[in-house]
């Protein structure tokens, strides 16, 4: 079974400045394929950013990039030039790639993150 | 396009009573999930649908939650008799099914169950 640990309930940060939301998961999958979902308060949950296990290079959208640390099992969040639209809840998903249960999201607690202007 | 929409949005129910919550995937998505976030923890999965048929519902607590899809489109999730622990938000994501290995689930906005 899949595990996804984010250590950080809660976190704060100045707008423009960088802030950066932990991740970790334990796997003995070698196919799989992480993400970091955002849900703003009373709203959907939408994907913010996908990593694919076999990729070496870290995935970057816009403001939004990740460390992926494979060996580590680490896949952190990095938000860049925080904006107040920024606000949310972040969650950490892991989801198997092939086989029995592929498709199927494992969740982290989730991380609270406030932009203060 | 229209997203994945849940109804309703919020119910609160005393203990005994049932509830129903409904999910209406994205047009043509044959996958069908379910999940569950109770007392602020991780969101849990409960059961995946692909089409009309239940794929996995290793994640359903107990037997006193049935979720159905008939016809293959929208699904409901029935909680009978409802109990305190099962107060959550319950969120509902689907995905197109194909041969690749991934496809992105797109997620509901979510029903939140408070049982009093």
């Known amino acids: 079974a899949q595990t996804v640990t984010q250590s950080q309930p809660e976190m704060s940060v100045q707008e423009a400045e960088t802030v950066t939301l932990s991740c970790t998961y334990d796997t003995s999958e070698s196919n799989y394929y992480l993400f970091w979902y955002k849900q703003p308060p009373s709203r959907q949950m939408i994907l913010v950013i996908r990593?694919?296990?076999?990729?070496?290079q870290n995935a970057t959208e816009n403001r939004f990039s990740v460390n992926f640390q494979k060996a580590a099992k680490s896949f952190s969040l990095k938000i860049s030039d925080s904006q107040l639209g920024d606000t949310a809840m972040y969650f950490c998903?892991?989801?198997?790639?092939?086989?029995?249960?592929?498709?199927?999201?494992?969740f982290g607690d989730g991380t609270t993150l406030t932009v203060k202007p | 396009e229209a997203g994945v929409t849940q109804f309703p949005s919020h119910s609160v129910i005393e203990k005994g009573q049932t509830v129903t919550l409904r999910c209406d995937p994205i047009?043509?998505?044959?996958?069908l999930y379910w999940y569950r976030r109770v007392m602020g923890k991780e969101i849990k999965f409960l059961l995946h649908?692909?089409?009309?048929?239940?794929?996995?519902e290793s994640g359903m607590p107990n037997n006193r939650f049935l979720a159905e899809r008939t016809g293959g489109t929208y699904s409901t999730l029935k909680v009978q008799p409802a109990e305190l622990e099962d107060s959550g938000v319950y969120f509902c994501?689907?995905?197109?099914?194909?041969?690749?290995?991934?496809?992105?689930?797109?997620f509901g906005p979510g029903t939140r169950l408070t049982v009093l």
């Open positions: 998903a892991f989801m198997k790639g092939l086989g029995t249960n592929a498709g199927k999201s494992t």
């Open positions: 649908f692909v089409k009309e048929s239940k794929q996995d």
């Open positions: 990593q694919e296990a076999y990729k070496q």
């Open positions: 994501a689907s995905s197109h099914l194909s041969g690749r290995s991934y496809n992105e689930q797109f």
């Open positions: 047009s043509g998505h044959d996958n």
